[in-house]
């Protein structure tokens, strides 16, 4: 990965891209480092698994990365905007209309029905959407005839499932996943993943997810591995073995 | 338990805080009425205490009734010749004739001084000569000697812009005069006697212009050297012929103290009334606030503590709210009772200088209402939070619990509310004594029966009255509707504590609207003539008769006569009657006379409403027992009996029983008919010509006339609508906490909102299209029910004259627009902090 490559040349082929990222909580004594200078980029289409011991950062760099949070120091860009120069109204503009997210807890809003809350983000952007895509998410999370729903009468892989169809349902330039298995059962969390995998290929989405699962790591194009903020290893076509030989040699 | 208690205290403080500002304002008014109401009676009671601490005995009429309000017992005169008589018993030392009546001071500018139809009366009278019996003392000149001398008090010197050697008008009973001020004089320590102007003249003057020659009001007597007050009066009722008495100063000084305490009562009753209103509206929050709070603190009691304990640690709390918020209201009271003797002295009602009284009474009714109103709606929520298991209060949280109510609640509901339809259709409609103490109750049982009611309307209310807002406002409209009607029972409590405060402004409003309409139709009904001369005074004075003379020989004029106003006793009971000159008065006041002419009203005749002539079986010739206050008990034939109750009243006199009967002959208003050949205008100015001689009097066609009668009940209106405003600001403060508590509750939903675009500015107006909906809700049923009240109090008042009920659509929707308006303030501080709210934060932890 070329750090020095020129924007113009990067933005046509990175969905997100982080440049010197550096993200530090707290002040003085109690000053911890979570980001110590990531520079990684995304590529459009492509599946990317974070991984990493518990504290390393990945939740931090996809929470910078997201609008949710802003970085220290370095840049954090969506396609080719620099988030670092969006104020709030921007920043939720952006996340309505350029990002998806997808939390480990399902996070839903509690008095709209499964439709509505698939189409929350272009409610809010008084759009309508694209009706036919809508249907076709629909149809591929399974999801037809739950629609009218409300998420306490919803299980809690259906419920992952209408998150991953909000995500998607407004085209995002990147959908962004923190541990989005990590709630799941076993058979649900493949779902969603296969679910991911299919985003991925059928409908050309970028993915960044999180993960501490190898096997999940498995269903992406690419893993990237962290420590102590830092990137650490990479890579391409993860097999559960591969991930699971390289995470042991960190633990060593 | 009581550290678990202080704890939940400090972790709660700001929503605490808000609930508490609602109990502090209700007991801050409580305070405040109270301790106004013992500063004033204490004033009073020291002012003539001292004002007459010289004067021994008093003779006077025997009482002939007792009139209300204050007004005390309506006795005649005493003839002058028992003064020699007084003079002489043994242990009198001096004694002296007084004279007090009405009289108006013209101001510099030439407008008459006071309001005696709505404020403090205004006097006149004579001075006293014997020192230790004048309760003035002079400020400034001497005391007045000559046929046109007088002095003033010193408050309408004052307000008159009047000093020692002008010459101004007074207005009596004579023709107006001019007067020579000699001397300012004060009473007792007060500038005037609780805001009357006074004029005071020589004896012989006095009763000339405002009594009547050969006679006093009464007598009063200074004791010789240690001859004691009782010993002094049981020697003069020995020489007192029958109908008269001897009365002990001390004996006055308790009455007139009384009379000023009745006078007082009404505006304390009315003060209290609102107190308790918004101490009602209060204990709604406070009910709101601790269901909201318990559900929550069921979670962190979740780890070991016992239901006796959650039930203990949240009365407790409240006990805790309760006696702080109390305590600073108490505080907070004593510059209520100052506010309030300022609005006491607007109203032309001046409350002598002097320190606050404040009393232990205050302070304990104070403190126990404000704990009261914290505690007992508290219970319900802390026996609730003992009873249910955590588990679930924590999905009502989130969730809201859906649905209509329990049946039971429905059954409730409507139980307490028809109790108090019925307790307050009985007071309205039946004859109990004291109608208040039953129509009260009654009114706060149907705002408390339909606020248990309202949970089960909340739904299809809600849904009703957010149907426009998805159109109007979209996606954010939609949340704001559905977050309004995701917990009904917690959008009908807020609702609640606000239909208290609307339900009370549209019922006023109703009512004053109907009273108006009323009011129009009357004169419309039964004016006949062109123009009326008003003098602005009440039960006491009014313009001297010479006008209505002078009116009606002009060539303009066909005809003018004056309607005069009088108390009477007739058939057990207290009431204004009317006198009029009955010929004349008939061509231009159209009664609707059923039976007997108005040239049969002589001097021992009456004439009758037909309804009271139906209840009490009275025809032509029946007797009626009147007393007057004048000449005692009489028996007057029914002449005759008229149809239309206003304005005449239940019964009219003709001019000569009237002028029998009663010692007084002011004209209180002077009807006018112009000459048919004679232009309007051209009429117009020559009765504003002879007018102009009589200050105080107002020339009114029929429109202002009209626009003058619908001006005290504007007046009213305006001081109702202050003080129920304060009302709707505590029900705002409920809405604020309540939006502030759910939106607490709503944190990780808000957030994820907010994380996958919602703006900041679409939260803000999601919240406040919420709030609005609350607002709405409370104000839909408070026009509901305050129409019902408004509706009851009108058929009620029939007999008053108020027999029309008028439905202000405009105004109505006004109090909605301005609801609306309202609920969106009340949004405010919560919108934005849920606008500030950490997104990162809320979406992320668990
Ligand atoms: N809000 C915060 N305040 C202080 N430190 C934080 C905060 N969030 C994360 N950290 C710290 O930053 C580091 C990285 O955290 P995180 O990104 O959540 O790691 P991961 O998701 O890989 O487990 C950790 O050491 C964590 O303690
Ligand atoms: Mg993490």
Redesign the interface.
Known sequence: MALATPQSLTTSVLAAQTVEAVKVYGKGQAEACALNGISIGFAKGQFSAIMGPSGSGK?TLL?CLAG??RLTSGKAYIGGTDLSNLD??QL??L???SIG?V?Q?F??????TAKENIL??L????RSGDPAWIDHIVSTVGLAHRLSHRP?ELSGGQQQRVAVA?ALASRPEVIFADEPTGNLDSRSGTQLLSFLRTAVDQLGQTIIMVTHDPVAASHADRAIFLNDGQVVDEIAQPTPRLVLDRMNDFGK | MLRVAIKGILARKLRLAFTALAVVIGVAFMTGTLVLTDTINRTFDDLFATVYKGTDAVVRATGQFDAPQGMGAQRGRVPAWLLAKVERVPGAAEAEGDVLGYARIVARDGRPLGNPAYGAPTLGGSWSTVARLNPFTLVAGRPPQGLHEMVIDRKSARDGHLQTGDVTTVLTEAPPQKMRITGIVRFGSTDSPGGATVALFTLPVAQRLVAQPGMFDTISVVADKGVPQDVLASHIAKVLPAGYEAATGAQVVKETQSDVRKAMSFFTTFMVAFAVIALVVGGFIIFNTFSMTVAQRAREHALGASNRQVLGSVLLEAAAVGLVASAVGLGLGVGVAIGLKGLLAALGLAVPAGGVAFLPRAAAVSLLAGVGITVVPACSPARKASKVPPVAAMRDIVTGSSGYGSKERVAVGTVITCAGTSALLTGLFSGVPDKLAVVGPGALLVFFGVSVLGRSVSLPLSRFIGWPLPRLRGTTGQLARQNATRNPKRTAASASALMVGTGLVAFITIFASSTKASIDTTIDKSFTGDYIVASGAGLMGGLGPSLAGRLNRLPEVEVATGTRAGLVKVQGSVRRVLGLDAPAAFRLLDLRPLAGRPADLGANSIAVLEDVAEQDHLRLGSQVHVVFKDTGPRALRVAMIYGESQPAGDYVLGMAAYRANFAAGYDNEIFVKKSPAVSNTRALDAVNEVAAGYPGAKVLDRASYKAEQAKPVDQVLSLVYTLLGLTIVIALLGIANTLALSIFERTREIGVMRAVGMTRGQLRSSVRWESVMIALQGTVLGLAVGTFFGWALVRASAKQGIEQFSLPVADLAVIVALAALAGMVAAVLPGRRAAKLDVLKAVVTD
Request: cysteine-free; overall charge neutral.
């Open positions: 939740s929470h949710l949070d709030d109204r939720t503009l996340r309505r209309d997210f939390f807890a996070n839903l809003v509690p008095t709209l929350l983000p409610l809010l952007a008084s306490d909000r």
